[in-house]
């Protein structure tokens, strides 16, 4: 019998949540997500120093900004990334744009062109944005334009309905900070079954399928690979390299356990607008807290990537 791993690609599209490239390389995924958080990690790896120095260099040279040369950094890792997987590269953009329409859609512009320049098409990329109201309005924008849309740091479903209404090409609902936030509140013991975040996928998805919504469903955030497991057949499902270790060991069965054809109970079809979505995430208070949570989190390791480069550009010069 295969192992776990492989019975997955079956079900759904496997998803490296990674910077590392050897990890990619050895579990062989068809799309490969990153965000700042992996791309700090990865750009302190002597392995990938070259990415780095690279953009260090082109930073000298054109006088660039610190800023500019942190994009180039992310799209080096990107490019380098598309020689590796099939499919798409998810890149973020920056966490503090995230209630910044314009400016969400002038960076991912920006992207744009930096893969274009080494010939990557858009074809291959994922723009991946913060589901504020702001990042749903600049991804609006942007598939209008004929850019892919990942919306990360979904929480609930007025995230996941505001991004389908949107037109996003993809959502990123997360599991294991959906977990972490009831476990801290008193809630549990939770098994996979019983897991808040892999409840709040299922309903997504059923909701999305119940609908003939076409935007994907790509469950993230995994904390084990029970909650994996939990959402087998999701139509993608992106994992961190440890979990995928785990799964590649495991010769158990897997068995599926979301299908288009048979998606469960849905809730009621929601219209949505501006006031609408932010009473629906106001009266929701883990989704809340967990959204701002994230881009803190993202923008301090953004931060944290620019002051590298703000070093190493002053120790070049």
Known sequence: MPNKLEQLRAMSTVVADTGDMD????????????????????????HYARLVEEAIVWGR?????????????????????????PGRVSTEVDADLSFDVDGVVAK???FISLYEERGIGRDRILIKLASTWEGVEAARRLQGEGIDCNM?????????IAAADAKAFLISPFVGRILDWNVHAGGGPYDSENDPGVRSVRTIYAYFKSYGIKTVVMGASFRN????EALAGCDRLTISPHL??????????LARRLDPERPGLAPP??????KRYRWMLNEDQMATEKLSDGIRLFAHDLTALRTMVEQRLQAAA
């Open 244 to 253: 995928l270790e785990e799964m590649s060991k495991d010769e158990g069965e």
């Open 108 to 110: 991912a512009k920006r």
């Open 23 to 46: 990890t990619i390389r050895a579990f062989r995924p068809t799309d490969a997500t990153t965000n700042p958080s992996l791309i700090l990690k990865a750009a302190q790896m002597p």
């Open 269 to 274: 079809r929601v219209i949505l607008d501006e």
């Open 152 to 160: 990360t740091l979904v929480f609930s479903l007025a995230q996941a």
């Open 225 to 228: 690979t029970g909650e994996i």
């Open 61 to 85: 040279r054109q006088g660039a900004s610190v800023g500019d040369v942190a994009d180039r950094i992310a799209v080096n890792f990107g490019a380098e990334i598309t020689k590796i997987v």
